[in-house]
């Protein structure tokens, strides 16, 4: 395959992945608000744009922070390359230059995701609706995804896509846990309130995880578990032991393919391999922000070795 073929396919499904958990930090910083005073809010909407690494570019453009005019930037402000609409338009014009690699099925949904949401997000999005929007959003990305689970060989083309999506779902799931732990709490000395609480459950609503948690842990909340939960608990397809233990067996499929492996397989085993033997309390004791920042990272860092190892810009 092509190292641009390649390239197109990673970016299409990280864009496709990235725009659907924009929605799900948004819908966490709305639910977040929805909780505090109006002065209370603007912190919790700026620890959205904190997350998603849009806060400089937001300022840049707006003096003040709120939910209308974050929520309009993220979803669909003009200069925003980082909206939900503009990484939408992106993953379509991907899948339209790699469409011979696609099935017939993945491109038909790539391009309703794309005339749907483009039609939703034509104009500004009232509180009222915000919530139906978010749900569209997340209903699209499924949608494609299934379309290639369904249809797609098991080959390079899907390793590449499957690749893609759980190297920007690892980095999200780190970040919302990151912004949980450094970001929202106003004190050290909240920890265990009625504030944090809430916070952890949205956190859990955030990656659709809370239903699954309270299964597991008979319904009780306990920061220590969901931070066990979403890092270490390989059940989950959000977690991010989950995310890696797929992306070691994606990327061992494509050396198996080329019979060759190189930098890229290495990080990636690697992480993997902390993550399978780390426990809770390692990581707690080691640090929960220090861990996560180490872990964003090495994922940052599999992802580089990986556009070097298929030679991307080829």
Same mark, same amino acid.
């Given at each position: 395959?092509?190292?641009?073929?390649?390239?197109?396919?990673?970016?299409?499904?990280?864009?496709?992945?990235?725009?659907?958990?924009?929605?799900?930090?948004?819908?966490?910083?709305?639910?977040?608000?929805?909780?505090?005073?109006?002065?209370?809010?603007?912190?919790?909407?700026?620890?959205?744009?904190?997350?998603?690494?849009?806060?400089?570019?937001?300022?840049?453009?707006?003096?003040?922070?709120?939910?209308?005019?974050?929520?309009?930037?993220?979803?669909?402000? &003009?200069?925003?390359?980082?909206?939900?609409?503009?990484?939408?338009?992106?993953?379509?014009?991907?899948?339209?230059?790699?469409?011979?690699?696609?099935?017939?099925?993945?491109?038909?949904?790539?391009?309703?995701?794309?005339?749907?949401?483009?039609?939703?997000?034509?104009?500004?999005?009232?509180?009222?609706?915000?919530?139906?929007?978010?749900?569209?959003?997340?209903?699209?990305?499924?949608?494609?995804?299934?379309?290639?689970?369904?249809?797609?060989?098991?080959?390079?083309?899907?390793?590449?896509?499957?690749?893609?999506?759980?190297?920007?779902?690892?980095?999200?799931?780190?970040?919302?846990?990151?912004? &949980?732990?450094?970001?929202?709490?106003?004190?050290?000395?909240?920890?265990?309130?009625?504030?944090?609480?809430?916070?952890?459950?949205?956190?859990?609503?955030?990656?659709?995880?809370?239903?699954?948690?309270?299964?597991?842990?008979?319904?009780?909340?306990?920061?220590?578990?969901?931070?066990?939960?979403?890092?270490?608990?390989?059940?989950?397809?959000?977690?991010?032991?989950?995310?890696?233990? &797929?992306?070691?067996?994606?990327?061992?499929?494509?050396?198996?393919?080329?019979?060759?492996?190189?930098?890229?397989?290495?990080?990636?085993?690697?992480?993997?391999?902390?993550?399978?033997?780390?426990?809770?309390?390692?990581?707690?004791?080691?640090?929960?922000?220090?861990?996560?920042?180490?872990?964003?990272?090495?994922?940052?860092?599999?992802?580089?070795?990986?556009?070097?190892?298929?030679?991307?810009?080829?």
């Amino acid at each position: 395959m092509l190292g641009r073929t390649a390239d197109g396919i990673f970016w299409m499904f990280r864009y496709l992945e990235r725009a659907e958990n924009t929605a799900r930090l948004l819908e966490t910083g709305f639910r977040l608000a929805l909780t505090r005073g109006h002065s209370a809010a603007s912190s919790e909407w700026q620890s959205v744009l904190v997350t998603i690494g849009q806060d400089q570019a937001f300022h840049a453009v707006h003096d003040e922070v709120n939910g209308p005019l974050v929520t309009d930037w993220i979803l669909r402000g &003009k200069g925003n390359p980082g909206s939900v609409l503009a990484m939408i338009e992106q993953a379509r014009s991907n899948a339209r230059a790699v469409r011979t690699a696609l099935t017939r099925e993945v491109w038909e949904a790539t391009n309703e995701a794309w005339m749907v949401l483009r039609a939703e997000l034509a104009r500004p999005i009232k509180a009222s609706t915000l919530g139906d929007v978010l749900a569209a959003i997340r209903r699209q990305s499924t949608l494609v995804r299934g379309a290639m689970d369904g249809t797609m060989l098991r080959n390079d083309i899907y390793n590449f896509a499957r690749i893609g999506t759980f190297v920007e779902r690892a980095d999200n799931t780190a970040r919302i846990l990151d912004v &949980k732990y450094y970001v929202l709490l106003p004190s050290i000395s909240w920890v265990g309130s009625s504030l944090d609480n809430v916070q952890w459950e949205t956190v859990l609503r955030s990656v659709s995880g809370e239903r699954a948690y309270r299964w597991l842990n008979a319904g009780e909340l306990d920061p220590r578990g969901i931070a066990d939960f979403l890092i270490l608990d390989s059940r989950f397809p959000r977690s991010l032991s989950s995310c890696y233990a &797929k992306l070691e067996s994606n990327i061992e499929g494509l050396a198996r393919q080329y019979r060759r492996s190189g930098p890229a397989q290495a990080l990636v085993s690697e992480t993997a391999m902390l993550l399978r033997k780390a426990t809770i309390d390692t990581i707690l004791e080691f640090g929960l922000h220090e861990f996560i920042a180490d872990f964003i990272a090495r994922n940052r860092q599999a992802a580089d070795a990986i556009a070097a190892d298929y030679r991307f810009t080829d």
